[in-house]
């Protein structure tokens, strides 16, 4: 067992997409682990699927991870002692660590084409065999599958599989055993010179002097090859965690698919959901920490956090219960706080989305900074999300209000064009302006008009907004200021009852 001391985790990335959330939440566990455990936390890119990965999607995915706070101790972009940390310039230690199991007798070199290995595939399946790969390279002499690779045939490189089973203590799963027979001898090194996903790992973990593995339960068929890899070279495998899978509805592994909420980080970012409110909501996605908390901040889960409390059944994703978490996260939050958000904005916006941010900022041009943090933090209570906070203060700062239907019907209301003319003419002969005055002036207008309750309070507050929910009057008074109220005070009393 490792001590805290050494506690090395890693997060790899392939660059071939967008971040999905279940990658977000297993890099957030790794990050927990390495912190509580004074660690260090590995970004390592795994860009050796040439065809599909791109520069673009890494910048994409680092984003991502910033935007989310998870920030690395060693990276592409940090360094550190055990680099490079893109796997598409570790090619020539792949091939050197090949070429030790080749002269070990440990790998051999195969001549056989794609089409060959699929026809004796197929017919190993109609015979009822497993269709493992049939051994016909392993016996080559080691002359002559040195002349064949020097003369230019092509040939990939394979590890040769020893009748064994093996055993796993995971975590999660607890005891695992993988029996004999379960794998053929498999490519370590194809023809191009690139390693497959299980060498590369091997060698990187080994390399990167990675302690703990925490990861997708799916990952666990991959474990016996890893773990006959490291008795090859002769090093101690990491302790290994497998994380049960984030869940659609019908509890099938969560994939984009129409009906079901998105998968993509940067999806949520632009859609107004703030880091803070995503990381409580995934990590309580097959993590239990111990009572009935239903919201923790990055500091109580660092406190909670335990591989024992990560679950071994799937948790479904419910995009109801990530807004309402994110509502939370809106409804406590300092103006400071909100401005903040606001300001790392959506990220990449396309072509025929609003930048909520940017209309945010555009509708509180003529605030400064305390005035434009004073209003978003008055409308934080009518808000899920970050891009409806823009519909919210256009209400307050918009030329014209739009009446919504209760609205309408509160204006409707017998007396309600004479009480707001009333208020408005008290609000005039105010000498200063501010929301004590206006509740003042309120209370003595509602006394003078027979009126108290919501039949005072609910015209009011349609004429200035439109709506019949909203901040506190005297507030609501304070942000628009003193022209604003009476001009939307007279306005709504010409078209009242």
Known sequence: ?????????????????????????????????????????????????????????????????????????????????????????????????????????????????????????????????????????????????????????????????????????????????????????????????????????????????????LRAEEHLANTPRQLMLYDAFGATPPEYAHVALILNRDRTKMSKRSGEAAVAVGDWRRAGFVPEAMLSYLALLGFHPGDDREILSREELLEAFTLDRLGRSGSVFDAAKLQWVNAHYLHHASGEQLAAWLATGPGPVPKGETDWSARVTALTAALDETGRRKLIEAVRGNVATLADIAGEVSVLTGAEVVTEPDAAEALATNGAGALLNALAGALDGLAEWSGEGFKSALQATGKAQGRKGRDLFMPVRAALTGRTHGPELPLLADLLGKTRCIERLQDAARRAG
């Open 1 to 213: 067992m490792h001590t805290t001391s050494d506690v090395r985790v890693r997060f790899a990335p392939s660059p071939t997409g967008w971040l999905h959330v279940g990658g977000a939440r297993t890099a957030y566990f790794n990050w927990l682990f390495a912190r509580r455990h004074g660690g260090a936390f590995v970004l390592r890119i795994e860009d050796t699927d040439a065809a599909r990965s791109t520069g673009e999607s890494e910048r994409g995915v680092l984003d991502d991870l910033r935007w989310l706070g998870l920030q690395w101790d060693e990276g592409p972009d940090a360094g550190g002692p055990y680099g490079p940390y893109r796997q598409s310039e570790r090619l020539d230690l792949y091939r050197a660590r090949a070429d030790e199991l080749i002269a070990r007798g440990l790998a051999f070199r195969c001549f056989c084409t794609d089409e060959s290995l699929e026809e004796r595939r197929q017919a190993a399946l109609a015979a009822g065999r497993p269709p493992h790969y049939d051994g016909r390279c392993r016996t080559l002499g080691p002359d002559e599958s040195a002349r064949r690779a020097a003369a230019g045939e092509p040939c990939s490189i394979r590890f040769k599989v020893a009748d064994r089973s093996w055993a796993l203590r995971d975590h999660v799963r607890g005891e695992v055993t993988f029996p004999a027979g379960m794998v053929g001898d498999f490519v370590i090194l194809r023809s191009s010179g690139l390693p497959t996903y299980n060498f590369a790992c091997v060698v990187d973990d080994a390399g990167m002097r990675i302690s703990h593995v």
